[in-house]
């Protein structure tokens, strides 16, 4: 059943300084719905994240702001919409729209997607950005990128999106790896790609807080997630990174209680980090694991860096998180050079997400 306007109220979350604030309320429901979704959409618990992991995110404005709003019928919370926007990229707003299978039917997604397009003008944002989750199997009806690569199951929440002028652009796996099982093939990987690589390479491995010699290094490095990795046909800003804002990373990090080990190659005639990667996991040691950002330069492939970082960072992570069960990680379809080394250590597929594009007039 479909509820008139106003039977509908969208509100504003507020920030709390802490969880414990009686404010928190709305910033702790929306974490909760987050997750429920994400397990609804995908039949999977990996994407589960806190609040006290989210919350250092949206208190540091420095580099993104968060702007969420959480929909309500009665006291009831029918849904909730976030927005993210990185502060020197100005051209594009991610919108993560929430909604529970059960409300649906109500209109509740269309009036977030319509508010969130209004906050979007208001930031001076001309691209929305969106994501929607799917089970392994993409069933009847399947959608294909304008890529050609992958393909996702339809639903609700990308009916909604195809219905409001999103156009599909790029499919993502998301790939899980056993952490308990044998590393023993882990590490032949690993010493095959460091006899490839040479003596020109250098493995490097830290966990946060990054050290103050290696910040602008690793700040180019993340600096080129934005130019050298497969993008489709979104619009994506150069980014700007700087020491100063690994440094802030860091912190949020490290505030949201979350532990960063990083593995990465250095160039050694150049000094250049030539390649890297990032497992993340939160206070509860037996969770699941997070790979975040995985790069090898354009300018450095061919040397079998990505196999070197991911190999030596899974088995550096054995000493850090000896009782989480698996990794989680997302990879383009199309960038088949990182899934062959995902398929080749192991990773399996275990969800898929649309990236979704919508330019506003």
């Known amino acids: 059943m479909t509820l008139a306007a ?18 928190a309320a709305d910033f702790l429901a929306a974490a909760e719905l987050n997750n429920a979704v994400c397990l609804a959409d995908s039949g999977l618990d990996d994407f ?44 594009s707003v991610e919108v993560d729209l929430m909604v529970l299978p059960e409300h649906w039917s109500t209109g509740v997604g269309q009036a977030l997607l319509d508010h969130a397009e209004l906050q979007a003008r208001e930031l001076n944002r001309r691209v929305l950005q969106a994501w929607t989750l799917h089970p392994a199997d993409a069933g009847g009806g399947p959608l294909v990128p304008r890529t050609g690569w992958g393909r996702i199951s339809s639903s609700p929440h990308a009916e909604l999106l195809q219905r409001n002028g999103f156009l599909l652009e790029q499919v993502e796996r998301s790939s899980g790896f056993d952490l308990l099982a044998d590393l023993g093939p882990v590490e032949r990987m690993l010493g095959d790609a460091l006899a490839a690589a040479g003596p020109d390479y250098r493995l490097i491995e830290w966990t946060l807080p990054t050290p103050p010699e290696l910040r602008d290094g690793y700040a180019w490095a993340l600096s080129r997630m934005s130019t050298d990795v497969p993008s489709s046909d979104l619009d994506i800003d150069e980014e700007s990174w700087d020491a ?100 080749a250590m192991g990773f399996a597929p275990r969800a898929y997400v649309g990236a979704w594009q919508k330019r506003l007039e």
Not at 8 to 21: H, K, Y
Request: hydrophobic content about 40%; overall charge negative.
């Open 48 to 91: 589960a994240r806190t609040a006290a992991e989210m919350l250092p995110l949206w208190k540091d404005r420095t580099d993104d702001v968060h702007h969420g709003f959480i929909a309500r019928s009665g006291d009831g919370i029918l849904g909730a919409v976030i927005l993210h926007a990185g502060v020197a990229e100005p051209t």
């Open 244 to 343: 100063a804002r690994i440094a802030r990373r860091d912190a949020r990090f490290i505030g949201g209680g979350q532990t960063m080990s990083v593995s990465a190659v250095e160039h050694v005639p150049t000094g250049t980090l030539a390649a890297f990667n990032e497992l993340v996991i939160g206070e509860d040691r037996t969770g699941v694991t997070h790979q975040y950002c995985t790069l090898v330069l354009k300018e450095h492939r061919g040397h079998r860096l990505g196999q070197i970082v991911k190999c030596a960072n899974i088995l550096r992570w054995r000493g850090i998180a000896p009782a989480s069960p698996m990794i989680s990680t997302f990879n383009a379809e199309e960038n088949r050079p990182m899934l062959d080394i995902n398929e």
């Open 6 to 23: 106003s039977e509908l109220t969208i509100t504003e979350i507020i920030v709390p300084a802490s969880l414990d604030d009686a404010e």
